[in-house]
């Protein structure tokens, strides 16, 4: 079983930047692609960043390109989500999740492992 933990989620004032990490443990030799995802509340939840095991393909939602950037370290088994230029919209429940899968994936039904979360709300 692989666990993965979210940490760095907080209250931040709009323009404001926040870097999000999730940590995994357990059986982290059979991660490969891991992802970002969000839930706002009442809405579905919805893809935020993918990176491949080697971060050579990444993947990001429209709504945040350019602003958010997801990276990896690879030997700490950590993902990293950078956010930068908040917005109130990106108040969401924040889940980093993984999957034994090559390639990098937009979809939360390819993803075998879940975090708990971590709250990021963005003050206007």
């Known amino acids: 079983q692989v666990q993965l933990v979210e940490s760095g989620g907080r209250l931040v004032q709009a323009g404001g930047s926040l870097r999000l990490s999730c940590s995994a443990s357990?059986?982290?030799?059979?991660?490969?692609?891991m992802g970002w995802f969000r839930q706002a509340p009442g809405k579905v939840r919805e893809f935020v960043a993918a990176?491949?095991?080697?971060?050579?393909?990444?993947y990001y939602a429209d709504s945040v390109k350019g602003r958010f950037t997801i990276s990896r370290d690879i030997y700490e088994n950590t993902v990293y989500l950078q956010m930068n230029t908040l917005k109130p919209e990106d108040t969401a429940v924040y889940y980093c999740?993984?999957?034994?899968?090559?390639?990098?994936?937009?979809?939360?039904?390819?993803?075998?492992?879940w975090g708990q979360g971590t709250q990021v709300t963005v003050s206007s």
């Open positions: 999740a993984a999957t034994p899968r090559y390639g990098a994936y937009v979809t939360a039904r390819e993803y075998n492992y």
């Open positions: 990176s491949s095991w080697n971060g050579d393909t990444i």
């Open positions: 357990g059986r982290t030799g059979s991660i490969y692609a």
